[in-house]
């Protein structure tokens, strides 16, 4: 077995053993999966994707994929926090200068640091692309005024990936983004979210009241974040989401499943809910919801390894796909599931919550069309 395979194996494992079994309490109690997050460290998950010269896996988009179905099947709140944290760790091994990444990859490849995305801002909402803060030249340092929102991991993390417009921009894409360590004065986590779904990934906005930033902390040269955003987080980010609604759309279908087998009626003679064949027709319809989408996920996986352009129209549409997915399948599930789902302890009406959240995580399902429409029509995206 390689490292990788090891690791993935390891995950697989904690994620079963260990996480699924904690999920309804992470839910229950709203509180943040430390004990989990730290025992992805321990087994050197969070280094999956840090380059192998920095202590890590160097693991590509398509293991961190596996790594978060697997996560998201057991516990969507974990997996929300580690696909944030991969995201943040792309974009510093990508863009972050030597110091930057000396600093900062080795201790994450140990399991000691967290990292997460902190983008969006209630002045854009899920136009992500376009924040309106701005950075302030002083002298020789830099200033940042800055109010975050939904940042997962608010708190929690030891740093932050940090979108501002560069100072004196010369429009709304005219980006910079800054590695901001956790604890830097200035620097205010609100209240928290409180979500209907991932309970535990900590999202709370942050404010940045005059945040004084070093040119040496920002990741890739001035005015390029934009293109950061596109070429870095992006495909990360999209890929990941799809793999965690997947993982929840499975974890809904094998709950339907269970249920529609073990459920016996006695007044019909014993017959079971599996033996009916309106219900063997929306399993079917569940279950092929979820293959389509695994293997979408799986092509788009393949391609982005290959530079092929096209690919950027399947990085847009598998997250909107695997996000209709775990709606269509996680809804379903909720109704062959009767009482049983509906009830707070059976564990689905969890998994149905968890599976809202990826159409309204920016770029939201509608947005994604709008610009895959624009794709397919030859109408510039921006
Ligand atoms: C669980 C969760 C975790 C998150 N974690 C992070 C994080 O770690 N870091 C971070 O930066 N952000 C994070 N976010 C924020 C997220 O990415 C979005 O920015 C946020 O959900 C957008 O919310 P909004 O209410 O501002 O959307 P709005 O912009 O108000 O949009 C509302 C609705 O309008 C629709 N809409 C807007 N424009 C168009 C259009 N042109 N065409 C069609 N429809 C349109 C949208 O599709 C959406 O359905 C997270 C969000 C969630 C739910």
């Not at 950075?135 to 608010?154: H, W, Y």
Request: hydrophobic share 45%; aromatic share 6%; with cysteine.
């Amino acid at each position: 077995m390689t490292r990788i395979q090891e690791l993935l194996a390891e995950n697989e494992r904690l994620a079963k053993e260990l996480f699924a079994p904690r999920a309804d309490e992470v839910d229950r109690s709203r509180s943040f999966p430390r004990k989990n997050i730290k025992e992805l460290g321990q087994a050197g998950l969070l280094g999956l994707t840090v380059p192998v010269e920095f202590g890590g896996a160097g693991g590509n988009i398509g293991d961190a994929a596996q790594a978060l179905e697997a996560l998201g099947q057991a516990c969507a709140s974990t997996a929300m926090v580690t696909l944030m944290h991969y995201c943040g760790t792309a974009v510093i091994a990508a863009k972050g200068s030597n110091a930057l990444k000396q600093s900062f990859l080795p201790i994450i490849a140990r399991g000691g640091h967290l990292t997460t995305l902190a983008f969006s801002e209630a002045g854009s909402g899920g136009h992500f692309y376009m924040p309106v803060s701005e950075v302030t030249r002083n002298g020789e340092g830099l200033r940042l005024r800055s109010q975050k929102t939904f940042v997962t991991s608010a708190g929690e993390a030891d740093s932050y990936v940090v979108s501002t417009r560069k100072a004196n921009a010369s429009g709304p894409t005219d980006l910079d983004l800054y590695l901001v360590k956790a604890g830097t004065p200035g620097f205010e986590v609100g209240k928290p979210f409180e979500g209907m779904g991932l309970a535990g990934n900590a999202s709370a906005p942050m404010k940045l009241d005059d945040v004084e930033l070093r040119d040496e902390d920002r990741l890739g040269p001035q005015g390029t974040g934009f293109q950061t955003m596109m070429e870095v987080v992006l495909p990360n980010f999209q890929v990941g989401v799809a793999a965690v609604s997947l993982g929840i759309a499975g974890t809904a279908l094998q709950f339907s499943t269970a249920h529609v087998t073990g459920r016996k009626y006695e007044h019909a003679g014993g017959i079971s809910l599996a033996a009916i064949p309106r219900v063997q027709f929306l399993t079917a319809e569940m279950a092929l919801e979820l293959r389509s989408a695994r293997a979408y996920l799986a092509e788009t996986i393949r391609r982005a390894g290959t530079g092929d352009p096209e690919v950027m129209l399947d990085i847009l549409g598998i997250k909107a796909r695997a996000a209709e997915a775990a709606l269509a399948v996680a809804s379903r599930a909720m109704t062959l599931g009767g009482g049983a789902a509906y009830g707070r302890r059976g564990g689905l009406e969890r998994v149905f919550r968890d599976a809202q959240a990826a159409s309204v995580m920016a770029p939201t399902t509608d947005v994604l069309k709008e610009f895959l429409g624009k794709a397919c029509l030859g109408v510039p995206l921006f």
